[in-house]
């Protein structure tokens, strides 16, 4: 049997896809992960302040069912003012509950997954109430949970606005996955970390929804440092949001008051990180644009 063309099945060659961007013509955004609390927030405003940067977004993996509303209306309003967005993992997972796939060897196939119709109830509630405190994304990793969200969104019961950022618990390593989380409503996708220039480039000709990659994980997703690569990482996968997590560096989720010290370290190295690899964009292809504060598309909390 002859193999298909994959552009007879809507899988785009890359080598004819048009340069994207983000609606301000900029290539790539800088997301920092795991900031996971006021605290944390604060010092990723403040640092980034300090170095000269732009940082577009910041995203938290706990949940937000672990943040007090009074936390999460502090950390909308410190957002709002510095025109940079917050996705907020949906609280309610596999991994917090009392079912032991999630505990075990194959534990990342489980973790982020949500559990019985309780499990979707309770994440919609986690939705709702960050939504009521001025929260605009969410980190979703289950496809039914994402599923009910976009249905609530079409029914005007969650704001238009909502972003819903898939999170790097789904595996999404080939064209036609991705093709599919944006047909079911994925505003922007998280893609493996030890993807090649040439697989990015392969993802980015099946959609336009924005790609979010990591540029240096954590130990336990490999620890690689991909810096200098970046540059060509971005022109491949634009519009894309370089992400900095941090290797060498402790795990934080559940965080907490007893971790809040360990958070707000972590958040100042990894925005350092990204003004390096901001200096090392200069250098090796100053035509790259970064958004700016206030960039449109954003999921920028409401206040």
């Not at 993996?61 to 996705?87: D, N, Q, Y």
């Amino acid at each position: 049997m002859t193999l298909p063309d994959l552009g007879s099945l809507g899988l785009a060659d890359p080598a004819g896809k048009a340069p994207a961007t983000f609606p301000d013509g900029a290539q790539f955004r800088i997301e920092i992960p795991s900031v996971e609390g006021p605290e944390a927030l604060a010092a990723v405003v403040e640092t980034a302040s300090r170095e000269g940067i732009t940082i577009n977004r910041v995203s938290q993996g706990s949940g937000a069912m672990l943040l007090a509303e009074s936390e999460l209306r502090e950390m909308a309003a410190v957002a709002a003012a510095a025109g940079l967005e917050i996705c907020l993992f949906v609280g309610p997972r596999a991994g917090y509950d009392v079912g032991a796939l999630a505990h075990l060897g194959s534990a990342m196939a489980h973790y982020a997954s949500v559990r019985g119709n309780d499990g979707l109830r309770h994440g919609v509630a986690d939705v709702l109430r960050a939504i009521e405190c001025g929260i605009r994304g969410f980190l979703v990793a289950d496809l039914g949970l994402l599923q009910v969200l976009r249905r609530l969104q079409a029914d005007g019961r969650i704001p238009a606005e909502v972003c819903w950022k898939l999170s790097a618990y789904f595996p999404t390593s080939n064209s036609a996955t991705l093709a599919l989380l944006e047909r079911l409503g994925a505003t922007t996708v998280n893609v493996p970390s030890d993807l090649t220039v040439a697989q990015l480039d392969e993802l980015r000709g099946a959609v336009s929804v924005p790609l979010d990659l990591y540029i240096e994980t954590s130990d336990s997703s490999g620890g690689t440092i991909r810096i200098l690569e970046l540059p060509a990482l971005a022109r491949a996968g634009a519009p894309m949001y370089a992400k900095f997590g941090l290797a060498n560096a402790p795990g934080l989720y559940p965080a907490g008051e007893h971790l809040v010290g360990t958070a707000v370290s972590l958040a100042r190295a990894k925005v350092h990180r990204a003004a390096i690899a901001l200096e090392w964009i200069a250098r090796l292809d100053p035509q790259l644009r970064q958004s700016g504060p206030h960039a449109p598309g954003s999921a920028i909390p409401v206040v």
